[in-house]
């Protein structure tokens, strides 16, 4: 009996060389692709032909159907895998939850307090979206985010509650916007910008009424940055809405006017125990307690200051930034990384200790803390804007287009948070970022 070797064997050597050849030509596209970045349509042109090639190769080599389904099933699953893998990554979960249609969204009046964020009158848990407790109302908003307290601002009066359990402490008949609070007194802003109203944190009774409208800052006029009240000890007090330079700096505790000659129309708000205020082509820093002039130092831009640590940075004409000491006024200037060709503090509205400004530097796309000298790349970045930030936490939603290795952009965000973590890449034109929480087309991603 004479055995004839099994058909589809080395009998066939052209079909073998066929397929051999087919390979070689999608392994040459693939390589080529990711030297000219010719984008995506060739790529996966190259690697259908490699794993036609491939697989054209195992139906020759195998020994029944069955087995050559196997083997070619197995050897395309695993050369699609390997070439799609280092394009979009590994597969990713990340914990997300929708926002329900009627809901309110996150915004710039949200905040957060350990695992919850206040959207409008509702605590929802930040890992999963699931209501903790709710005081709704037409108009309801967080008037002042604590650990201790959330005093929520309906649309009769105002709630202060009990963070973990949503239970009522106190009610009072104030209605408003939160602007300033000290841990013991909150100002709210009447929603006519008519009056100024001081509450007891403890008991919600009324301490003291001033008319006039009072706001967060002055910014070539007077400003609230849509964001629950800040931690200070003075608030700005605006007694004529039609004179943008009339404006009072007045104290929590007793609604006494400190400083009655705070010029309202470019730039001014207060920092740690020092008013700042532009003057001219000037910073000035004053006593709050007096209106005592401490300094003046020379900017180029003293109606763009960011932070509010102990250091505050203003933007220069040049590849740098300038750092000045809000004790002393002493100003120093600060040149970025090597390699930088562009310096952007990131909006002008970054009120937390660190600040960072994006960089323009050869190898792509950075953020850059000044005041520490740390640099955080952004993998991949062709191009880069901030999308908002959010005053009262720090996070800073970034929009922009990474480029992978074949040269195909996509458009994509990011959230960043205030001590430097950037998140991983997010599909998407438009994000928004509050306090954690990365939000786009409805879904909500907690990054921390």
């Given at each position: ?54 697989v054209w190769v195992v139906t020759l080599m195998a020994r029944g159907t069955v087995t050559r389904l196997a083997l070619s099933a197995g050897a395309a ?177 007793g609604g006494r006017t400190t400083i009655a000659d705070v010029d309202c129309s470019v730039a001014a708000r207060l920092v740690g125990e020092v008013l ?173």
């Open positions: 009996m004479i055995n004839r070797p099994y058909a589809d064997d080395v009998s066939h050597p052209r079909r073998y060389a066929a397929a051999g050849l087919v390979v070689l030509v999608g392994a040459g596209l693939i390589l080529t692709t990711i030297g000219w970045r010719w984008g995506h349509l060739a790529y996966g042109i190259g690697v259908a032909a490699v794993v036609g090639g491939v699953v695993v050369l699609v895998a390997g070439a799609v893998v280092p394009v979009t990554g590994l597969p990713q979960s990340p914990p997300q939850w929708k926002i329900p249609a009627a809901a309110q969204r996150p915004n710039g009046e949200s905040a957060r307090t350990g695992d919850l964020i206040i959207i409008g009158g509702t605590a929802r848990h930040a890992r999963t979206g699931a209501v903790a407790w709710a005081h709704e109302g037409p108009d309801a908003k967080p008037l002042l985010v604590e650990d201790s307290l959330v005093v929520i601002g309906t649309e009769d009066g105002s709630i202060g509650v009990d963070p973990p359990t949503g239970r009522e402490i106190w009610r009072s008949t104030v209605t408003g916007r939160g602007i300033a609070h000290d841990r013991k007194v909150l100002v709210v802003a009447a929603r006519d910008g008519t009056g100024a109203t001081a509450l007891d944190l403890t008991t919600g009774a009324t301490l003291w009424r001033q008319s006039g409208r009072p706001v967060m800052e002055c910014d070539l006029g007077p400003v609230d940055r849509f964001s629950p009240a800040r931690e200070q000890s003075h608030v700005l007090l605006v007694r004529d809405e039609g004179r943008k330079g009339n404006a009072e700096l007045i104290d929590l505790a700042l205020q532009a003057d001219g082509k000037k910073l000035a820093g004053r006593s709050p307690a007096d209106g005592r002039p401490l300094w003046s130092t020379p900017v180029e831009q003293p109606w763009h200051v960011d932070g509010s640590g102990s250091t505050v940075f203003t933007p220069t004409d040049r590849a740098e930034v300038v750092g000045i000491d809000v004790t002393t006024g002493r100003s120093r200037r600060i040149a970025p990384p090597p390699g930088t060709r562009t310096v952007r503090l990131v909006s002008g509205e970054q009120r937390t200790p660190d600040v960072w400004a994006l960089l323009d530097v050869d190898s792509g796309a950075a953020l850059w803390n000044p005041g520490t000298g740390r640099t955080v790349k952004v993998p991949d970045a062709v191009a880069i804007r901030v999308g908002n930030v959010d005053v009262s936490s720090g996070w800073i939603g970034l929009s922009g287009t990474t480029r992978d290795f074949t040269g195909a952009t996509t458009r994509t965000c990011w959230a960043f948070s205030p001590d430097g973590r950037l998140s991983a890449p997010f599909p998407g034109a438009v994000c928004l970022v509050e306090d954690g929480l990365l939000e786009t087309s409805g879904d909500v991603y907690p990054i921390r």
